[in-house]
Each structure stands twice: as structure tokens, then as C-alpha cells.
């Protein structure tokens, strides 16, 4: 019986088994198998799926036909716009977009798209944290305006792109949950970033507790005090229902707190009687809820412009949270597409021996492909109207999933690849965009190769370019692919300074991770890797520099220069596995937004870039 529910569980996708990082097999146990299904809405007694003449989904590429062994009878094709064609025979060529094929009661998805993403030229930009970007003195929270000037004065020296965090709607109730990777909603906008007025000087740390409770005050006293707001109706009915069911979770939120699960019964259910009689009680908060959503792309699309028009030529670079919060705006509205009882996590590595829960809400694979990818699509499309380059947090999840159950160990969940990578591409191209997939951690044999193939680029992370020996040798930039992205290192790892004295070592050494003689192990092995890496690239400890022209020398098509590393910061962004005990993403830049391309240190990362020929 049990051999059974494994043997079941593997026709939805959810793996046997697989090999971890230490190289170690792990076989996905009939407890785990039982809970991913029942997470998928599934009964382990069911019978399986009946089998189908159609596939479920095909993807074709761009202005060719379907290449599809068509049953008996007339088909439906209902293409993206909602024109319809009916026929018996082949079916046509297909532009761009994701279309419907009706035979019978068989329903098939037609993904066209491009074969391939083209390259970017080399070139370079910087990736900045957007909330950190005012100093103590200025106060406040960096906003979507300051991340404009940024954009206009880095393009002015060169940089193709700027970057930040994501900007996914939040939770303006919990002040707490100020995590840019666990959102609440991942097509909707944080009002966090909104400018407003009024800010006083503040610490090192920026204190969300103080400043969200502020910020929000001061929004609607601007809500409330102004009349007319041209432009906002028009979004209010361009928008429709779908922006109206956001504003009334955002409502709901204020008066039952941040997360649904928490709420009364009746409130659970956006399709419920009482959801709809409180609309008509709540129509002014849901108003404000939708001037935020409007304020923030109006203000959000004009950073991009700005940086843009001052010489960015791909403008913002923005990224896409690998999930989202379990019980926020997005599981809400969009229950059917998500798996309750499983969360997003990774297996044991060396790093992490009991495996990482990230409390993020999975898609549903089976449940994915019966929308016709709209929720991937509708998101990517989102982000790329504010953005000329779009990270793909975690890109790993396009071919499998670690799904983690409540009372079990995790296991993988097989996502639909081809067809997610292609709904990438889809809306790249529709936007002329650059996708960066984030490949890092335990890799599935041939994702690399399937992204590179789709124009999409990988990640080489200077730190993680090596061979552990001994002895302990780095790769030369010339080893680096061109269809990737070069960094020193990403907002989870060392910044270059910190990497250098092994910060992170004694961070974690001081909030009880580590014991003391795991400390001492770790800094003997950073030293061996800092002087590995110093005899290779020419570095020191002096300044950033000779990392940065090391950087410039790949063939990667993307260099990104953190402004940690070029401000000399010791302390990293994030530190993972962590909440209270280390100030994520709770830094504040030592130079402001407004003075960071004045800056000497700024300038020379730009001079060895043009150098470069970047």
C-alpha cells in the first residue's frame, strides 16, 4: 500500500526520489507522498486520470503550426485576444501568445513562443536596496522617486540597468512581515515605496515597525485632503474586478488583521455573501487601497522612465519573489492555483542540515496548466511593464519544486518546464526584456542547458566559482558563459569586505548557529579561499576595484556591482535562516540616493566598466 501511494503520487508530479547536493539519494516516503497529494486537493484512493487523445499543453514555436497529431472531429481555436477559428483540419500558424485548443471535451494550451531570447550587450548596472537608500540623517524610507534620480545619475556614467529587491505588495498591518520575499501579492505593488513628506533623521537600521504605521498615515491624509486625481478613474475601470478584490483584501486586512486565515470564516471566502456586504460597508477604504495600487505604477513606471531617459538602456531591473505568503492578498483572490498544507523550501545541504521551510505558498503544478498559466503569466507580464530586466528568483522551481508538508519530511514536486520557460519568453518578448534566471543551490541535471537554449540568463556568483581541492582554486572570468549574469556575490552572501574578515562566520557564531571550533574551522577555510582568490584575480583588501575589473573580464553578457561591495559595507543584506536575530534588510546606505554617483568610489566601478568595453 504504501509502494502504492508513492507509485500514485508520481503521476502528479511529485518524484520517487532524488539526489541532494551531498550526493546522497533520498527516496520520497509514502508519509510525504501522502501529504503532497492531499496538499494538491488529491485523495490517494482516487483513480488516476483518465488518458487523453490531446496533450494538456504544447509548445510551438512563434508563426509556425502546431506540430499535433489531431483526433477525429472539429476543433475550437480561441487565441489570446479572444478571436475564435473553427476547423476540422490542421491547424494554422500562431502569433505570440497563449492559446486555446477545444476538441471534443479535451482541452490542449498552445504556448507560442519564440525559440529564443536574443542576448544583451555586454554591459553592466548596479543592484541597490531600494528601502535603504535615504541615510539616518535624511530618514525615512527610500521611495520609488529616489530609485528614478538613482536610475538618471548612474545612467548618466554608463550603467545599463539598476536593481532592487522585489517590490511586491506587502503587509501594511504587520509591520513585522517587512520581507521583500514573502509577499503578499506578487502582482500588485508595495506602498511602502510610495514618497511622501515629513521624514526625521533616524538610526543605522531603518525601523519598520515606526515607519510603516507613518508612512501609511501620511497616505491617507493625502488621499483624503485631494479631489480630483486625473488618470485614476480610468484605472479603476481598466483594472476591474481584479483590482477590486486586492483593495478589499487590503481593507479587510485593516480591520482583521494581516493574514485571512486569521479571520472570521465567512471573511475566508472572497466569493462569500459577507465579503460582498462588507464591500458596501468599506467602500472608502477600498477606494484608498486602489488610489495606493495606481499611485504606486504611476510613480513606479515613471522611475523606469526616468532612469531610462538619462541613459539606461534597459532601465529598472526588478525581481519576482520566488512565492508568496500563504494567507495574503494572492492566496486570497486566487485560492485554486496554490497547494495549502505544503510550503516552498529546499533540502538538506551542508549549509542547512535539517533542510529550509520558507513559508511560501506553492503553485500547483496540475492546477497551473488547467489555468493555462494565466497566474504566471498575468505576473510576469505585471513586472515587466516597470522594467527592462526581470531576476526570476529561484529559477529552479520552473523544473522542480521542494514542496515541505506539515508532519513530513519534503519531497519534489515536478513543475511543467517547457511550458514555463516558454510563458517566460512569451512575455519577454512581448515587453523586449531580459529574463535572469537565478540558478543557484542544488541544480536538476539540464536546467542550465534548457536556459540557455531560451535566451534566459544564469548566474555566476564569483564565490561559488570554485573547486574546494585542495587546494582551493577560483575559475577565471573566461570560464564564465556569455548568457549569464556575473556577480561577486548576491543579498545572501558575504559582501566583499565582509567575505574577506568571514562576517558572516562570526554572525552566525554569535546568534548560537554555530559553536565556537565550527567558527575557528570556517574562518581557517575563508582565508585559504581570500588568498585563493587574491592570487588569481590580482585583489586585496584595500578596495573593491580589482574585483569589480575581474568581473568586467567575463564573457557574461551582465556584470551587476552591488553598492554594498563598492561602499566598502561589511555587513550583508540578508543573512538566511534568520528573522529577529540579524537586521535583514533593515540597512541603511552610509550615502544617499542623491549623492551616490558623486561619489569617487562610484565613479571608479564605472571607469573600469567603460574600460572594459561594458
Known amino acids: 500500500m504504501a509502494e502504492d501511494i508513492v507509485a500514485r503520487a508520481a503521476h502528479y508530479g511529485i518524484l520517487p526520489r532524488y539526489i541532494d547536493q551531498m550526493e546522497q539519494v533520498r527516496e520520497t516516503s509514502p508519509e510525504t507522498a501522502a501529504a503532497l497529494l492531499a496538499a494538491m486537493g ?82 553592466w548596472g548596479m543592484i541597490v536596496p531600494l528601502a535603504g537608500l535615504r541615510t539616518a540623517e535624511q530618514g525615512g524610507v527610500g521611495d520609488y522617486r529616489d530609485l528614478g534620480q538613482l536610475g538618471q545619475d548612474l545612467g548618466g556614467l554608463g550603467a545599463s540597468y539598476l536593481g532592487v529587491n522585489p517590490v511586491h505588495a506587502g503587509f501594511p498591518t ?73 483593495a478589499t483584501h487590503q481593507a479587510l486586512s485593516d480591520r482583521n488583521g494581516p493574514y485571512w486565515c486569521d479571520w472570521p470564516e465567512e471573511l475566508q471566502d472572497p466569493g462569500s ?20 495600487q495606481w499611485r504606486a505604477e504611476e510613480e513606479l513606471r515613471a522611475a523606469h522612465a526616468q532612469a531610462k531617459a538619462g541613459g539606461m538602456e534597459m532601465g529598472l531591473y526588478l525581481d519576482l519573489a520566488v512565492g508568496t505568503h500563504p494567507f495574503g492578498a494572492e492566496t486570497w483572490e486566487d485560492r485554486e492555483s496554490f497547494a495549502f498544507g505544503a510550503s516552498l523550501g529546499a533540502p538538506a545541504d551542508a549549509f542547512s542540515k535539517e533542510g529550509q521551510n520558507w513559508g511560501l505558498a506553492p503553485l500547483d503544478p496540475n492546477a497551473l496548466i488547467e489555468s493555462g498559466f494565466r497566474p504566471l503569466a498575468e505576473t510576469l507580464r505585471r513586472q515587466l511593464s516597470f522594467a527592462g530586466v526581470l531576476r526570476i528568483d529561484h529559477i529552479l522551481g520552473f523544473e522542480r519544486a521542494f514542496w515541505v508538508p506539515e508532519g513530513a519530511p519534503g519531497g519534489y514536486v515536478q513543475m511543467p518546464t517547457d511550458a514555463m520557460l516558454a510563458v517566460a519568453r512569451i512575455e519577454a518578448a512581448r515587453a523586449g526584456a531580459v529574463i535572469v534566471g537565478e540558478d543557484l543551490g542544488n541544480i536538476p541535471d539540464g536546467l542550465q542547458q534548457d536556459l540557455a537554449r531560451s535566451g534566459i540568463l544564469g548566474c555566476r556568483v564569483a564565490v561559488f566559482e570554485k573547486d ?43 546568534i548560537g548557529d554555530i559553536d565556537a571550533m565550527q567558527a575557528e574551522d570556517m574562518q581557517r577555510e575563508r582565508t585559504l579561499e581570500v588568498a585563493a582568490f587574491d592570487a588569481l584575480a590580482g585583489t586585496s583588501g584595500d578596495s573593491p576595484d580589482a574585483m569589480h575589473a575581474f568581473l568586467a573580464k567575463a564573457p557574461a553578457r551582465l556584470v551587476a556591482l552591488q553598492i554594498e561591495n563598492i561602499l566598502d559595507i561589511e555587513a550583508q543584506p540578508n543573512l538566511p535562516g534568520t528573522v529577529d536575530a540579524y537586521p535583514n534588510w533593515r540597512q541603511r546606505l552610509p550615502v544617499g540616493h542623491d549623492a551616490l554617483a558623486q561619489d569617487e568610489r562610484v565613479q571608479r566601478a564605472a571607469q573600469i566598466m567603460a574600460k572594459a568595453g561594458r
Open 468 to 510: 574546494m581541492g585542495p587546494p582551493i582554486t577560483f575559475r577565471g572570468p573566461k570560464a564564465y558563459d556569455a548568457a549569464t549574469i556575473a556577480s561577486f556575490s548576491t543579498h545572501d552572501l558575504p559582501t566583499w569586505a565582509g567575505w574577506r574578515e568571514g562576517a558572516e562566520i562570526d554572525a552566525r557564531r554569535d
Open 174 to 246: 504587520a509591520p513585522e512581515g517587512f520581507s521583500p520575499y514573502t509577499p503578499s501579492h506578487r502582482r500588485r505593488l508595495s506602498s511602502l515605496y510610495l514618497p511622501t513628506t515629513g521624514h526625521t533623521p533616524g538610526g543605522d537600521l531603518i525601523d519598520f515597525r515606526t515607519e510603516i504605521p507613518r508612512h501609511m498615515t501620511a497616505l491617507r491624509a493625502e488621499f483624503d485632503t485631494r479631489e480630483n486625481w486625473p488618470g485614476f478613474e480610468a484605472y479603476l475601470t481598466r483594472e476591474g474586478e481584479g483590482l477590486t478584490r486586492f
Open 273 to 292: 455573501d459577507a465579503v460582498a456586504r462588507a464591500q458596501d460597508d468599506l467602500q472608502s477604504e477600498i477606494l484608498f487601497h486602489a488610489w495606493l
Open 42 to 123: 488529491i485523495d490517494p484512493e482516487d483513480g488516476l486520470p483518465s488518458k487523453r487523445t490531446l496533450p494538456r499543453y504544447l509548445v510551438v514555436e512563434t508563426s509556425t503550426k502546431p506540430n499535433l497529431a489531431m483526433p477525429d472531429g472539429a476543433w475550437e481555436l480561441t487565441f489570446e485576444d479572444g478571436a475564435q477559428l473553427e476547423g476540422q483540419d490542421a491547424l494554422p500558424a500562431l502569433p505570440l501568445g497563449i492559446h486555446r485548443l477545444d476538441i471534443g471535451r479535451e482541452r490542449c494550451w498552445l504556448l507560442s513562443a519564440p525559440a529564443s531570447l536574443p542576448l544583451p550587450e555586454p554591459c
